[in-house]
């Protein structure tokens, strides 16, 4: 039997959640289970399914979007359904592999939970994997700053999930996740080797945005669509402006124009707004608190009239 496993790609939630289901697989199955192959996805206009991604005998999905091709499904995304049709699969299902809680801190943490509690299986040395993932992507960090510093491992392993154009690497730190520690992983030479010029250039990179950011009543705007910076911690703007409530952030890389868009988790004024309905008006999407729209990579005017009307939006009560 094989098994392909299709993950968030570029996340440590999306990375730890397939790590997890992974394990869980493997001990399930046994011997009946011949191989697994993880594949990334990414969120994009129209399918963001390859059309070859269910040729396996099993195909699971983990911290993505559902669809009524697969055989088992986890995720915590508002915006998990691209179309009514597939929440209405989604329901009618009765396989017992197909579960949802956009409530999830994290798809991780959720997935824990399910297992536990359907399947009574457990993976008590990994309660460091699913606690972080937990915190990083509900950003339930103690401080903007910790955000940003990146000192602890599963920040750092974060960082580099982000940031590598290395195809192996989220690979190998699955396959690592499902036994090891954290700190064991990111003091690994494969991991803090490339780590160390990323985090170099996150250093540089809050200087880009304090350059390029824009207040008002509340909402941090900062287009680097012409800058050579592909993607900044998110949480450098809070930081920056620990009194704003919002940021709309614009970037551009080989494959994608994208707004992200997100919510001070430390902000005093409460959040107002459902960012993943703002997000999905222009075919994006994802939580309450944080999301994103992408487009194609010679779309920069069309992500910033979004961007404008997005930030437009935020500022509204």
């Not at 949480?235 to 704003?244: E, H, R």
């Amino acid at each position: 039997m094989q098994l392909e496993l299709l993950y968030h790609g570029n996340c440590f939630d999306g990375c730890a959640s397939a790590a997890l289901f992974a394990r869980f697989f493997r001990e399930r199955e046994g011997t009946r289970l011949s191989e697994i192959s993880f594949r990334p996805l990414h969120h994009q206009q129209g399918d963001p399914f390859p059309k070859d991604a269910f040729a396996a005998d099993v195909t699971a999905c983990v911290d993505f979007r559902f669809s009524p091709r697969l055989h088992w499904w986890f995720d915590h995304h508002a915006s998990a359904f691209p179309a009514p049709e597939d929440r209405a699969a989604f329901e009618r299902d009765t396989s017992g592999q197909k579960f949802w809680d956009p409530t999830a801190p994290s798809c991780t943490g959720f997935i824990a939970r399910t297992l536990a509690d359907r399947f009574a299986w457990r993976a008590d040395d990994l309660a460091e994997l699913v606690a972080w993932a937990d915190v990083i992507d509900a950003a339930r960090f103690d401080s903007a700053q910790t955000a940003v510093r990146l000192e602890q491992p599963a920040l750092k392993i974060m960082t580099l999930l982000e940031a590598t154009k290395d195809p192996s690497v989220p690979t190998r730190l699955i396959e690592a996740m499902q036994h090891r520690s954290l700190s064991e992983i990111a003091a690994e030479p494969w991991v803090s080797g490339p780590l160390g010029p990323i985090l170099e250039r996150h250093r540089s990179n809050i200087d880009v945005v304090r350059r390029h950011a824009r207040v008002s009543d509340g909402v941090v705007e900062v287009d680097l669509g012409d800058t050579a910076v592909e993607g900044a911690n998110k949480f450098i703007a809070y930081d920056l402006f620990p009194d704003a409530r919002y940021t709309v952030v614009v970037t551009k890389d080989a494959k994608k124009t994208k707004i992200s868009v997100g919510s001070n988790p430390w902000a005093r004024e409460k959040r107002t707004h459902d960012i993943s309905k703002l997000c999905e008006r222009y075919g994006g999407g994802g939580h309450p608190v944080v999301g994103a729209v992408s487009l194609g990579p010679d779309q920069l005017a069309e992500a910033r009239r979004i961007a404008r009307e997005i930030a437009g939006a935020l500022r509204t009560p």
